[in-house]
């Protein structure tokens, strides 16, 4: 699960919620965040080049 954190986003506020934790992702560990800095929140050529290596990234650890 990828999950982009914009402004205002409280993660913690996220997690309080019973459904969250019994998300299969969040009980194996599969959860990816990016905040409101990442190109994520943006479109085109290269964001999405970008978005592509960040998932790349985040599931070949």
Known sequence: MFV???KGV???EM???P???QMPAVKNGH???FDDSSSWLY???IA???MIDDVLKSVVK
């Open 48 to 50: 999405n080049s970008q």
């Open 15 to 17: 997690k309080k919620d």
């Open 10 to 12: 409280n993660r913690d």
């Open 4 to 6: 982009v954190q914009g």
């Open 31 to 33: 959860v990816y965040v």
């Open 43 to 45: 479109t085109g050529a």
């Open 19 to 21: 459904i969250w934790s």
